[in-house]
């Protein structure tokens, strides 16, 4: 069975620092996909980033960065220049490839950006 | 933008109530999905149709009962509820086309409380 493991419950950053937030993952799968949502206190998970597990190269999206290391199965999410808004639930998940698209998740890291 | 809907936002009821969840995704995807998030918990997924039809149930009581009339709408009906049943819930799309870069959307979920 697929895992996800975030051993942060809580980060804080100052606002216009670079913040990394753990994940590390555990499959037996070949083709498998990493995915971060972050979520606010609204509620609403919204999707940040996907690494493939054959890309060569680490996804970006505007602030956001994926550092990932293959070996080592993990999947930290970089976040620079860190604005309030970025306060919110971050989880890391995984796709489950037994199931049909069947995500995983991590328990998640709360984040605080203080001005 | 939001591409993913949820009615109620909130939702309190009692143990004997009857109650429907409603999603509705306007992004032209195959799949939807229901998750339950309870505090302090990973997300858990409840069911997942692809096509309108019900690819997987993961061991849900029978007090919820889905339903997926078109790709475009999803309910989770509701009846005799437990207070341990009080939680966000969480609607999702995706293009379900079965690659690993499938990514799923997310509604504001349905904050239920029952009592």
């Known amino acids: 069975a697929q895992k996800i493991t975030q051993t942060q419950p809580g980060m804080f950053v100052q606002e216009k620092e670079a913040v990394t937030l753990d994940c590390t993952y555990d499959t037996s799968d070949q083709s498998y996909g990493l995915f971060w949502y972050k979520q606010p206190s609204s509620g609403e998970m919204i999707f940040l980033i996907y690494q493939g597990s054959y890309d060569e190269q680490n996804a970006t999206e505007g602030r956001y960065s994926l550092n990932f290391q293959k070996a080592r199965k993990s999947a930290n999410l970089v976040i620079s220049a860190s604005q309030l808004g970025d306060s919110a639930m971050y989880f890391c998940?995984?796709?489950?490839?037994?199931?049909?698209?069947?995500?995983?998740f991590g328990t998640g890291t709360r984040l605080l950006v203080s001005p | 933008e939001t591409g993913v809907t949820q009615t109620p936002r909130h939702l309190v009821m009692g143990m004997t109530n009857k109650k429907s969840l409603k999603c509705e995704q306007h992004?032209?995807?195959?799949?939807m999905y229901w998750y339950k998030q309870s505090a302090k918990k990973p997300l858990e997924l409840m069911f997942v149709y692809s096509l309108e039809e019900r690819v997987e149930n993961n061991s849900v009581p029978s007090r919820f009962s889905p339903e997926c009339p078109n790709s475009s709408h999803l309910f989770l009906h509701l009846h005799t509820l437990q207070p341990e049943d009080s939680a966000l819930y969480l609607c999702?799309?995706?293009?379900?086309?079965?690659?690993?870069?499938?990514?799923?959307?997310f509604g504001p979920g349905t904050r239920l409380t029952v009592l």
């Open positions: 998940a995984m796709r489950d490839e037994t199931g049909f698209q069947k995500l995983v």
């Open positions: 999702a799309s995706s293009q379900g086309v079965g690659a690993s870069t499938d990514t799923q959307y």
């Open positions: 992004l032209g995807h195959n799949a």
